[in-house]
């Protein structure tokens, strides 16, 4: 492995899919993507460790809101027909209370049961941590420089 390397620069992009339980609560409850991607940019301590991550605010930054007193259950996965980043590379948790992912996971291209609340919540901030393995696995641009790798997380919150 070689001392130095030219850094890898992993890019994420959050889409958003609505999925509910009926069609009144499809009028009630909502999801918004608050900051829609985050930029991961490895240093050489970075590779040194084996990976990159982001953590709380500067994850992925969800709402939701319920009046359901139930509450609801949100889903993350990544669908990407052709993810630029391995899945097996690509983990995922929330440190927020109700997580349901409290250590990193592998994303996989189905829904995952990331975090959920037992009651009606409004406005209520859930934040997606990233940690991008194996960086050594990515190459560089042909005569170095930067070279960025795209993935899309797709996010359903579902009524109980």
Partial sequence: MPATRTLVRALFVVTMLLATTSTRA??????????ASTSLSPTQPDYEAGYVEVTGTGGIHVR?????????????????GTPEIGLSDLLVKSATTGTLLPSYTAITGT??????????????????DIRI????????????????????????????
């Fill in 26 to 35: 499809l009028a009630q409850l909502s999801i918004t993507i608050v900051s």
């Fill in 64 to 80: 939701v809101t319920t009046p359901n007193s139930a509450g609801l259950i949100l889903y993350v996965r990544c669908d990407d």
């Fill in 111 to 128: 829904d995952q049961s990331l975090w959920s609340v037992a009651g009606a919540v409004t406005d209520e901030d859930v934040y997606t």
């Fill in 133 to 160: 393995q194996g960086l050594w696995s990515y190459p560089d641009a042909a005569g170095g420089g930067t070279t960025s790798y795209t993935n899309t997380l797709t996010y359903t919150v579902v009524d109980q």
